[in-house]
């Protein structure tokens, strides 16, 4: 039993320190591990926060660095400045000839397609007549209405012009017209022709300032009345029986009731300062007979021409020679500008089924070449 105890204990005794010497080991090496794995840590740290600023560098770098290179853009510009100065050269040049008598009309004559466009009286008479199209075709049912709006106005014709020969100049929206500095060349034509809300003010430098006659419906007209100075002729383009009674209410300066307002596709201006003797209605039969020099080629489509191309066919009844400026949709560059005035885009132009713009491209392409106008900034 002794022996035993001894052994029991001894052996208990002998075996004590090995294990406190094996945990002391397994102590010192644990706290080692732990500390090669802090060291690893910050040292990853590191790295990733050295990465990260290199990562960090390199984006700056590629934004800010190409702002200070030489870039494509002086080119452009360079390139732009050129077409712009050729462009002013041939606008000067048709400006410093004698002004040719019965030139368009004549070059018009010329081709059989575009005879129709020839001898269309421009303005309503003091009668209505019968119509066989609705607005903007025509005026049928819109007689009553009518009857009364041309009471109120006194005339119905161009103020008088000393000269026998004229030149028309029509100002397209169109953003090609951006930059051109055109203007002052504008300016010199005899016949200034614009449509809707196209402003004047602050676009000068390559709209011009002055106004002859602005074609436009309720929903385009202008708000600010600075766009009215230097205008002689307002020229209404009915496409509803309710424009012609809003024309009415701005020459007898009687509001219409905010029940017909409801019916307008935006807000219109309730007056216009102009005396009654600026105002005029579009005959409808220049809307008539460009939609069917539009259509004869193709089957008839429910679309009806824009009011530019309406108003290239009113110049070529009151004109011996035509120009034009700021006409032309490159309907394949979707990012240019859609007017010069404003920042919407020519993508925006692709979504309107009202107008069919190729085919008023195609139509002009071919007065252009046939030398019955002339494109002043080249993108005909």
């Known amino acids: 039993m002794v022996t035993l105890k001894h052994l029991s204990v001894k052996d208990h005794d002998e075996g004590s320190d090995p294990q406190l010497a094996e945990a002391g080991s397994a102590e010192t090496a644990g706290t080692r591990h732990r500390r090669a794995e802090s060291s690893e840590f910050f040292l990853n740290q590191?790295?990733?926060?050295?990465?990260?600023?290199?990562?960090?560098?390199?984006?700056y770098s590629a934004l800010l660095i190409p702002a200070y290179l030489p870039t494509q853009q002086a080119t452009r510009n360079e390139r732009t400045t050129q077409e712009s100065m050729v462009l002013l050269n041939r606008s000067a040049a048709l400006l410093s000839q004698k002004c040719r008598s019965g030139w368009s009309t004549a070059k018009l004559n010329a081709v059989p397609q575009f005879r129709s466009l020839l001898e269309i009286p421009v303005f309503l008479q003091n009668r209505t007549g019968h119509w066989e199209l609705e607005p903007p075709l025509g005026l049928q049912g819109c007689e009553e209405s009518l009857a009364h709006s041309l009471k109120a106005l006194p005339d119905s014709g161009l103020p008088s012009s000393p000269k026998n020969c004229r030149r028309c100049m029509v100002v397209g929206s169109g953003g090609v017209l951006h930059g051109k500095q055109l203007g002052a060349h504008i300016d010199k034509h005899d016949i200034i022709i614009r449509m809707n809300n196209a402003p004047v003010f602050g676009f000068e430098k390559d709209a011009g300032s002055r106004t002859t006659i602005r074609l436009m419906y309720p929903e385009g007209a202008p708000f600010s009345k600075r766009e009215y100075q230097k205008t002689d002729i307002i020229a209404l383009v009915a496409?509803?029986?309710?424009?012609?009674?809003?024309?009415?209410?701005?020459?007898?300066?009687?509001?219409?009731?905010?029940?017909?307002?409801?019916?307008f596709w935006r807000n219109v201006v309730n007056e216009i300062p102009l005396q009654p003797e600026n105002f005029r209605i579009l005959n409808p039969e220049i809307l008539k007979r460009t939609w069917h020099v539009l259509t004869c080629t193709k089957q008839q489509r429910k679309t009806v021409p824009t009011l530019g191309i309406s108003a290239v066919v009113l110049a070529l009844q009151l004109c011996d020679e035509v120009s034009l400026a700021g006409f032309g949709y490159d309907l394949q560059q979707p990012g240019a500008l859609l007017h010069y005035y404003e920042t919407l885009r020519m993508d925006a132009m692709m979504t309107q089924v009202v107008h069919d713009v190729r085919a008023e491209s195609s139509l002009l392409k071919e007065l252009v070449k046939a030398g019955v106008v002339n494109d002043l900034t080249g993108a005909l």
């Open 46 to 59: 590191q790295k990733n926060f050295a990465l990260s600023l290199v990562l960090l560098l390199s984006c």
């Open 239 to 263: 496409f509803k029986s309710l424009d012609i009674k809003w024309l009415t209410s701005v020459v007898t300066r009687k509001p219409l009731s905010w029940w017909s307002k409801l019916w």
